[in-house]
Each structure stands twice: as C-alpha cells, then as structure tokens.
C-alpha cells in the first residue's frame, strides 16, 4: 500500500512567485492535515480537512495561503506570494478517522526555500 | 492549552549506550501522547503512543517510554542504541480542534546522533 506521497521534494522560488504543494493521501483516508516546520522551530498544524472540508484552518498564516482538497482525494497547498518567512518544511498527513488516538501518517515533506 | 517541551535539542551517544530522550507537557484534561521518528530523508514515523492503560509503553526499534502523571513526562528510552537510530525524534500531544476531531502539538525536536 501507497503511503503518504508528496510533491515536489524541494522548491526554491523567488521573493514574490507562487508555489503550489501537493499531497496525495493514504488510498481511503478522509482526514488530510497539513504542517509546517520552520528552521529551528517545532512542527506547526496549518490545517485540517476531512474529505473535501476544511475541518480546522486555524493554523494557516496568513490569506496568501490556500489549501484545497477538490473530491476528497488529493490536497494542495498554494501560497501566493511567498514571503521569505514561508520558507521550511511542509508535511502532510492522513488518518483514517480524526480522533484522539488516531494514527497520523505522514509524506517525506516538501522543502521549501523562498529567496 | 496543551504543549509538549523537548528539554534536549540534540543527544549525542556512543553506539550501545542506554539513552533517554526527555519530553515534557502541560495539559487540564487527559492527554493522549506520541513519539514520532525522523529519519533523514523521510517523514515522520510513529513510534509509540500512550493511550491509556499501562504507564509504559513499547513501541518500534526497541523503544518504550513511560507515562507519567504526576510528573506529568513522558520520556523516551531505548536501552542500547544502533548507528541507524540517529534521527530526529518529536514528542507530540493530541489537542481537540473541535468537535470529535484533533489534531497534533509537537515540541522542537530531539536530534540523536550515535557514534561508533
């Protein structure tokens, strides 16, 4: 079985341009939760969606970010215009339920480097 | 709120030496707790979680930690550790977002190095 799959691995972009993540879930995981960690800091929750809704969206930054899940399936994750403050890590996740016990499993993560 | 401190940002240990990574939280309610692994080049691994139930908890690798409530931790122990344990390990609590539905609150991470 496929685990958590995301794209790309890296990306560096410039100060202005926009970058769009991607995330391809566990095969029949209706919980997709995006996170962040920047350099030197602990892994954030940016948001949560179950199925093709946004559950929890309290984390996400700031409007240059949007995040979609069209049908359930797949999620992206947008940001436009990055800042040099968007730069790090983005890990995604799925779950097959959102409860407190549940396991997460997460994508390698796409490292992003805004210059 | 609920938060999790990872007191030590980096272990440094010889291959077969006992190691203790340390992780503390704060919480009102009961807490459900994980430790996740990093190994370079890929993403996070869960490798235990406390639930309920017994306080210690073994987990992948060789892994356990104890839960403790009065001193409210939640450390990590592996009793001889291997090169290929090097990797960045994060405690976490399970925080609800609403409803039936949670979400994760990691600390800053616990870098283990082991050398020969």
């Known amino acids: 079985e496929a685990g958590v799959t995301q794209f790309p691995s890296h990306s560096v972009i410039e100060k202005g341009q926009t970058v769009t993540l991607r995330c391809d879930p566990i095969?029949?995981?209706?919980?997709l939760y995006w996170y962040r960690r920047v350099m030197g800091k602990e892994i954030k929750f940016l948001l949560h969606?179950?199925?093709?809704?946004?559950?929890?969206e309290s984390g996400m930054p700031n409007n240059r970010f949007l995040a979609e899940r069209t049908g359930g399936t797949y999620s992206t994750l947008k940001v436009q215009p990055a800042e040099l403050e968007d730069s790090g890590v983005y890990f995604c996740?799925?779950?097959?339920?959102?409860?407190?016990?549940?396991?997460?499993?997460f994508g390698q993560g796409t490292r992003l480097t805004v210059v | 709120a609920q938060s999790v401190t990872q007191l030590d940002s980096q272990v440094p240990v010889f291959e077969e030496a006992p190691v203790e990574l340390r992780c503390n939280y704060s919480s009102s309610v009961s807490v459900y707790l994980f430790w996740y692994v990093q190994y370079p080049n890929q993403g996070l691994q869960l490798l235990l979680k406390y639930l309920s139930g017994s306080t210690l908890v073994k987990g992948i690798n060789g892994f356990e930690a104890e839960f403790n409530k009065s001193q409210t931790s939640f450390h990590l122990r592996k009793p001889s550790v291997h090169i290929s344990d090097t990797a960045e390990y994060f405690c976490a609590v399970s925080v609800n977002s609403g409803g039936s539905n949670y979400k994760l609150t990691f600390g800053k991470g616990t870098l283990l190095t082991v050398n020969p």
């Open positions: 095969s029949g995981h209706d919980n």
């Open positions: 969606f179950v199925k093709e809704s946004k559950q929890d």
């Open positions: 996740a799925s779950s097959q339920d959102g409860g407190r016990n549940t396991e997460a499993f």
